[in-house]
């Protein structure tokens, strides 16, 4: 049974590392959250070590230098592990092919630069959808218009059997009160019109081993002492179940209305939600702090 907590002091004893996710824990798109930044602080002055476990599409300098940013302090992490990161190590040992079709923004570009953990890379070039040998996707063209609006590209894509790989498995963010769209959705759309997508974030197992080797290279954690923290159901939780770790469901984030999360989630409500997505995190609480 889920237990709710109200300090990450509770229970942060028991562990030596923790995997936290960022949008929607940490911060929202547009600023830090000042409570989790103090409690992540509070935890590493304590001896643990934090990765930073996030379904962003980009390299983790990318999203160093978006935390910076976002004014989120360097000592209340170790190391960050990215889903781009995963998905580029796939993408350059040809998991798409050669020639690819991007699907995305312009700021998301640097998901093509080299990644020099891989030998021998394939030398991946950016073409036409009809030259495509498969799509790169790090989400919609436009992240607030419905992705059904890329039905014709899709089905097109599907016809021809190009595989698309999913950079970020997230179907949605909010970037502060606004509600976007992720790589997860239009992979899902694609999947639903018969297509295959190759998902490379959370909850998918090569993140977790991606995070796991950034822990390795600060700290040696056996895996009953790394604790799971993040607002995304069926990616942060359903990860951490697939992994065998505990997990932390903060509910003021994506799923604040279902669970009737104000300070904390009303325990009717959470109860009944996590039935509903046949979830049992290990805790619960409504925000990071």
């Known amino acids: 049974m889920t237990r709710i907590i109200d300090r990450l002091d509770e229970v942060s004893g028991r562990y030596d590392a923790l995997f936290v996710d960022l949008w929607g824990c940490l911060h929202n798109g547009r600023e830090a959250f000042p409570a989790a930044v103090s409690a992540l602080q509070r935890y590493k002055a304590g001896g643990g070590a934090v990765v930073l476990l996030t379904n962003a599409p980009r390299p983790r300098e990318d999203v160093e230098a978006q935390l910076a940013r976002l004014e989120v302090p360097r000592d209340c992490w170790d190391s960050i592990a990215t889903s781009g990161d995963a998905a580029r190590a796939a993408m350059l040992r040809g998991a798409v092919g050669r020639k690819v079709w991007y699907m995305g923004t ?51 894509a599907k016809q021809k059997g190009l595989k698309l790989l999913c950079a970020n498995p997230d179907l949605v ?50 895996e009953h002492a790394i604790l799971c923290i993040g607002d995304g159901i069926a990616t942060d939780i359903r990860g951490a179940l697939g992994e065998d770790l505990d997990s932390l469901f903060v ?39």
Request: contains cysteine; aromatic residues 8%.
């Open 173 to 222: 963010v909010d970037r502060g009160e606004v509600r976007e769209y992720c790589a997860g959705a239009v992979a899902r759309l694609y999947e639903e019109m018969g297509g295959e997508s190759l998902y490379f974030g959370k909850p998918q197992p090569a993140i977790y081993d991606l995070a796991r080797q950034r822990l390795a290279e600060v700290a040696d954690v056996p």
């Open 106 to 156: 312009e700021a998301d570009l640097t998901f093509f630069e080299p990644l020099h953990i891989i030998e021998d890379p394939v030398a991946v070039e950016r073409v036409s959808l009809d030259e495509a040998e498969g799509i790169v996707c790090t989400g919609p063209f436009d992240t607030h218009a419905d992705p059904a609006e890329l039905r014709p590209q899709l089905l097109f």
């Open 251 to 289: 509910t003021g984030g994506l799923a604040a209305a279902e669970t009737r999360t104000t300070r904390d989630p009303n325990p009717a409500a959470l109860s009944a939600y996590l039935s509903r997505e046949m979830a049992s995190p290990t805790y619960a609480m409504g925000f990071l702090r």
